[in-house]
């Protein structure tokens, strides 16, 4: 038998935390700048400025938030950004926006999906397709795991 068998110092910890019915979901504490300017990116693509009402969206879109009217108007919002673009336009936009925005955009191309309108679907596989040329595999599986949706 051993010397140290007195010793519980390893008994602190509380193993009730770990339980699967005690888990609660983590939410993310980032500050949620998702007010898009719905004004200013529709004078954007009333002046064919698409790509900027397309950056515009991107750097204030409210990926994580839980009012289901919020997504769905930040879903509309998107879809006409990227119905809009041309589609020999989709290449240099999509070169025009970094990796983190090409996530996001993904993100909105994959819940486009969910919803499809008239003729969204094949003007959302050419958006995905040049998406998954740029940034490859990592895209798609970064978007597939990530809590915050769309």
Same mark, same amino acid.
Request: cysteine-free; aromatic content about 6%; hydrophobic content about 35%.
């Given at each position: 038998?051993?010397?140290?068998?007195? $010793?519980?110092?390893?008994?602190? *910890?509380? *193993?009730?935390?770990?339980?699967?019915?005690?888990?609660?979901?983590?939410?993310?504490?980032?500050?949620?700048?998702?007010?898009?300017?719905?004004?200013?990116? =529709? &004078?954007?693509?009333? &002046? =064919?400025? $698409?790509?900027?009402?397309?950056?515009?969206?991107?750097?204030?879109?409210?990926?994580? =938030?839980?009012?289901?009217?919020?997504?769905?108007?930040?879903?509309?919002?998107?879809?006409?950004?990227?119905?809009?673009?041309?589609?020999?336009?989709?290449?240099?936009?999509?070169?025009?926006?970094?990796?983190?925005?090409?996530?996001?955009?993904?993100k909105f191309i994959?819940?486009?999906?969910?919803?499809?309108?008239?003729?969204?679907?094949?003007?959302?596989?050419?958006?995905?397709?040049?998406?998954? =040329?740029?940034?490859?595999?990592?895209? *798609? *599986?970064?978007?597939?795991?990530?809590?915050?949706?769309?």
């Open positions: 038998m051993s010397k140290t068998t007195d $010793n519980r110092a390893f008994r602190t *910890v509380d *193993v009730d935390l770990y339980n699967e019915d005690n888990y609660k979901e983590e939410f993310d504490n980032e500050v949620d700048t998702g007010a898009t300017d719905d004004n200013q990116i =529709n &004078s954007l693509l009333n &002046s =064919n400025k $698409n790509v900027e009402a397309l950056k515009l969206f991107i750097s204030g879109s409210p990926l994580g =938030n839980k009012d289901p009217a919020a997504k769905k108007s930040a879903l509309d919002l998107a879809m006409r950004i990227m119905m809009a673009i041309k589609q020999t336009q989709i290449e240099e936009a999509v070169k025009e926006l970094d990796n983190d925005s090409r996530d996001v955009l993904m994959y819940k486009g999906f969910e919803v499809p309108s008239k003729d969204s679907s094949a003007n959302l596989l050419l958006w995905h397709e040049k998406i998954f =040329n740029m940034n490859g595999v990592g895209s *798609v *599986v970064r978007v597939l795991t990530d809590k915050r949706k769309a």
